[in-house]
């Protein structure tokens, strides 16, 4: 996973909703169909990190399975956060791919 | 927001180790639903999810302030260890503390004295013109300077004068003759009333005086000049202005903080049109953008075009037709032999600091080895190579800093004892203090003491086989690198310690010569009193013959007083600084009549008795009689004078030409020589004539007591005012008074370069010891196996000293060729150092060899001594 990706991801699969850390493993991994592996150990001190800069809140609740959990969910702020990476992230893209599809092409040669 | 976390750590810890727990049932959960046997379920959980601890680990760091939390541990862990050690602690804060006081008060001392700026305008552009060899000029040489060169912005002349001083407090003060010029040229300001009144004619005085700021703060200060006044010689000035406080002028004789500044036109002894009458001493003020090296080119041109012009007054051979020299006025102000002493001073600190940073060394490495079972647990627990040496890097620094607040505390105790002690006179040591500059010296020295310290201890420590060490093995097989550490820095510190034991020994010896040696004369039991008969009623007017039945009859009538052994007089006492020269050539020399002035002897006007009042040795014909005021001029010469004029021939019967008879005389008797400026100038030649050819207008009583000779001069003084109750009195000391001056400031010295010597000494050889003893204990198992071989304990000893003694030969004789080259550059300014140099060498050689040889034989026969089996087992 790329450096500083996780914290977008964790952002974007809470804006369907409130979700616990084995879920948000999950999501990520599967919307990327398995592409994406993340390393469920750095998740948690992930989260941590998003919760004391005031992107997530949690709580805890009852999961699906009937299990204790702690449900995380997006805060406003967290919300601009995301749109704001998400720009970022989107500029970048594009970015490398116009350096990446010009230097494929073969230089035409000038009179 | 992170300060609440910080506290919250645990709370968190807690939430955040159920959540994991969570985690890993749900993940356990998932995999039981893909079929999977429940050990294996947990397994899986386990190894998708990673280490928990690590996890908590991770969550744990980002509340915390990691470098920070990191530090205070290693210090509280290294308080610990420091308190578990105390001697050790002990010793390395009074070494370090040593070692930084001792340069910080130098520096201090340093800082105030050589690099603060002088409290005027521009002081850079300050200069002093000394001319050669005299330092001084006349007014109209000064003036035709000043004319004929572009450099200089202007140039004053400056003079001692001592009238009687009157002022509102009494009597005494510090006056200084100056040209109109002077305060302008210097940059002061006047702070109240206004400069001298400036008519270009030196010659006028239009008794007007400018004083110090803290004589006028003793009169009363205020701010309104008008009616205040003074009195000199019984003439009354007006004081014109005061100088602020600030503006303190300082140096030595003149300069050394004069009160009262008057215009050179006030002195009556003086001639300021004659150019022949070389009286002053110059200050120049250059130009801005000229540099000293421009300026004395140009003053050469111009003293060359007077030359040419005056070719009686400034030509002559040697170093008479030299060009001046110009210094820069802090020169001036702190003596030229401050700033290379000040320089030495903090050298010698410098190596005091290596010394005692060479010791700390050897404490740590030591302890190092000691701790090396600590380290090697600590490091199978996890820590880092890096954290051992950042705890280890903590504790020295520790060490360093409380070492460096104890050298602070004495380095100030030390500048505060200095500035007190009067012996010592370093103009401007008034200023020096922990300033703000020392302090930050101190932290920049201490830093690299602590780099430098950590850095030579731990080399090897750390390194090699950690796991070894904890198994116990290899404690002292492996440490052969250690210990060559150990001994390079034996061997450096021996090296330190001769240079240092060598100087301070040079010192010592220089000023017991200087004090022990011959004068040429008795200066105990003498009581000198200066008499002016000028303008008194003694005599009214200039009469030669009334001025000598004067003098000669005061000397017999103090000659009758009791408890006065003799008595006779002199116009220059000796040690006495100012002496008259003349034109002089003798029939050994004829030739040099022609130009008479450069072998110019020092001249003497006596009275009959003068040499046997003194203790001056007669040693060849006699002395004066009554007979030789009249008739043919007769003289005495000394020692020096006879053997430069007459070698290997009597001088008596011989004669000579002196420009103060303006004629030949006969010479009829040698006398010894004397010390007639000060004890490190060696006697030079003088000329001694019968008062009566030229009887002065003042002239030194010099009475040989019984008893203590101050005792006597109330009694003196008032005998001699009943008779006459306008004489004044000048030079009023016995001849102890005199010397002590001298002989205080460099019985200081000595006392100071003695304790620093004994200092840097025991310092070092408290370190060598430790180690070198340190160093034979650990051949302890080496030992027992020679002697369950078959070897002598005598043999042992014998082996031990040979191979362990090569380092510290190795350091005495580097230290030996280092101290030969300080000695070298030192010769300058210690007395008689080529005499003292291999007494001293050889002495200091000892002094370190000795207590070295003694600390590898005394653990080298204890290791021998004990029994072989234990030695084998213990190791």
Not at chain 2, 120 to 138: G, W
């Amino acid at each position: 996973l790329l450096l500083g990706t996780l914290d977008m991801l964790i952002l974007r699969t809470l804006v369907m909703g409130p979700a616990h850390g084995h879920t948000i493993a999950h999501v990520i991994e599967h919307t990327s169909e398995d592409f994406l592996q993340i390393e469920q150990g750095s998740l948690y001190p992930a989260l941590h990190r998003l919760e004391s800069r005031g992107w997530v809140a949690s709580s805890w609740g009852v999961s699906e399975n009937n299990r204790r959990a702690r449900f995380y969910k997006l805060t406003v702020a967290g919300r601009r956060q995301l749109t704001a990476e998400t720009n970022r992230w989107q500029l970048m893209v594009e970015a490398i791919g116009r350096v990446l599809s010009r230097a494929g092409k073969p230089r035409e040669v000038e009179d | 927001m992170r300060l609440i976390r910080y506290f919250r750590r645990t709370h968190w810890d807690e939430e955040r180790t159920r959540e994991i727990e969570a985690h890993l049932a749900h993940e356990f959960d998932d995999n039981m639903d893909r079929g999977m046997s429940p050990e294996e379920a947990q397994r899986r959980a386990y190894v998708r999810l990673g280490s928990p601890t690590r996890i908590r680990e991770q969550i744990w760091t980002i509340n915390s302030f990691s470098g920070i939390e990191a530090a205070v541990r290693d210090l509280r862990h290294g308080c610990r260890q420091l308190a578990r050690s105390r001697w050790f602690t002990l010793t390395s804060v009074l070494t370090i503390g040593l070692g930084i006081g001792s340069i910080a008060a130098i520096f201090g001392i340093l800082d105030a004295v050589l690099l603060e700026p002088l409290p005027f305008a521009q002081p850079d552009r300050l200069v002093a013109i000394r001319t050669v060899p005299n330092d001084t000029a006349s007014m109209p040489t000064i003036q035709d300077w000043q004319r004929r060169s572009n450099s200089f912005q202007s140039i004053a002349a400056f003079r001692n004068w001592s009238p009687e001083v009157r002022t509102p407090l009494g009597s005494g003060g510090r006056v200084i003759e100056v040209s109109q010029n002077f305060l302008s040229t210097l940059g002061a300001t006047v702070e109240i009333g206004h400069d001298f009144v400036q008519t270009g004619n030196e010659r006028d005085c239009f008794q007007q005086a400018v004083l110090s700021g803290s004589l006028w703060r003793q009169l009363g200060g205020g701010t309104d000049l008008s009616g205040r006044t003074i009195e000199l010689d019984r003439r009354t000035f007006r004081v014109a202005g005061v100088l602020p406080i600030a503006q303190t002028i300082e140096g030595s004789y003149a300069l050394n903080h004069p009160d009262i500044f008057v215009p050179v036109g006030c002195d009556p002894n003086v001639r300021v049109t004659e150019r022949g009458d070389s009286d002053f001493l110059v200050l120049g003020r250059l130009h801005p953008g000229i540099s000293i090296v421009a300026a004395t080119a140009d003053l050469k041109h111009a003293a060359a075009t007077l030359q040419k012009d005056y070719p009686h007054m400034y030509g002559g051979t040697g170093v008479y037709g030299h060009p001046p020299k110009i210094l820069p006025w802090l020169t001036v102000v702190t003596g030229t032999s401050t700033e290379p002493s000040l320089f030495a001073a903090f050298g010698a600190c410098g190596l005091l600091l290596l010394i005692a940073c060479a010791n700390l060394a050897n404490l740590m490495l030591a302890r190092n080895v000691r701790r090396r079972h600590e380290f090697a647990v600590r490091a199978t627990l996890g820590a880092s190579t890096r954290q051992l040496l950042r705890q280890l890097l903590v504790e020295n620094a520790i060490l360093v800093i409380v070492g460096s607040l104890t050298g602070v505390l004495l380095a100030s105790g030390a500048i505060r004892f200095l500035r007190e002690a009067r012996a010592l006179r370093v103009p401007r040591l008034d200023h020096s203090s922990i300033s703000v500059p020392v302090l930050f010296f101190v932290v920049s020295v201490a830093s690299i003491v602590v780099i430098f310290v950590t850095l030579l201890s731990t080399r090897r420590t750390l390194h090699s086989g950690l796991l070894r060490d904890l198994a116990g093995h290899g404690r002292s097989s492996d440490s052969g690198s250690l210990r060559r550490t150990g001994r390079i820095l034996v061997a450096a510190q021996i090296a330190v310690s001769t240079v240092i034991v060598a100087c301070a020994s040079w010192t010592v010896a220089s000023v017991y010569t200087l004090l022990h040696q011959p004068l040429g004369f008795n200066p105990d039991n003498l009581l000198m009193v200066g008499v002016d008969i000028q303008h008194s009623s003694a005599l009214p007017a200039y009469n030669a013959v009334q001025a000598a039945s004067f003098y000669r009859a005061t000397v017999d009538t103090l000659g009758r007083l009791p408890g006065i052994n003799s008595v006779a007089a002199t116009k220059t006492p000796p040690l006495g600084f100012a002496v008259n020269q003349y034109d002089f050539c003798s029939d050994g020399h004829i030739d040099q009549c022609a130009n008479p002035t450069v072998i110019a002897p020092d001249s003497y006007d006596i009275t009959n008795g003068y040499f046997a009042t003194v203790g001056q040795p007669l040693l060849e014909g006699r002395d004066f009689t009554d007979a030789d005021n009249a008739g043919a001029p007769a003289v005495i010469v000394n020692q020096v004078l006879a053997q430069r004029e007459w070698p290997g021939k009597s001088a008596i019967g011989h004669r000579i030409r002196t420009g103060e008879l303006n004629g030949w005389a006969t010479v009829v008797g040698v006398v010894g020589n004397v010390h007639s400026y000060s004890l490190e100038t060696a006697p030079g030649p003088d000329l001694y004539l019968p008062l009566t050819y030229a009887p002065p207008t003042h002239m030194v009583f010099l009475l040989r007591t019984v008893d203590d000779p101050g005792a006597h001069l109330e009694t003196v003084r008032r005998l001699l005012q009943s008779q006459h109750g306008d004489l004044l009195f000048f030079h009023l000391r016995t001849m102890r008074q005199e010397m002590s001056n001298e002989v205080e400031l460099r019985t200081f010295l000595m006392q100071v370069a003695a304790v620093f010597g004994a200092l840097s000494l025991a310092l070092s050889i408290l370190g060598v010891y430790g180690l070198l003893a340190y160093e034979v204990s650990l051949r302890r198992k080496e030992v027992g196996i020679r002697i369950a071989l078959g070897s002598s304990q005598w043999e042992i000893v014998q082996l031990v000293l040979r191979q362990e003694s090569r380092w510290v030969i190795g350091g005495a004789v580097l230290g030996l060729i280092a101290a030969m080259v300080s000695g070298y550059s030192l010769q300058a300014q210690v007395y008689g150092l080529r005499e003292n140099s291999l007494t001293v060498l050889g002495g200091s050689l000892v002094l370190l060899m000795v207590p070295a040889l003694i600390a590898i034989a005394v653990p080298a026969r204890q290791v021998a001594q004990s029994d072989p089996m234990q030695a084998l087992r213990t190791d």
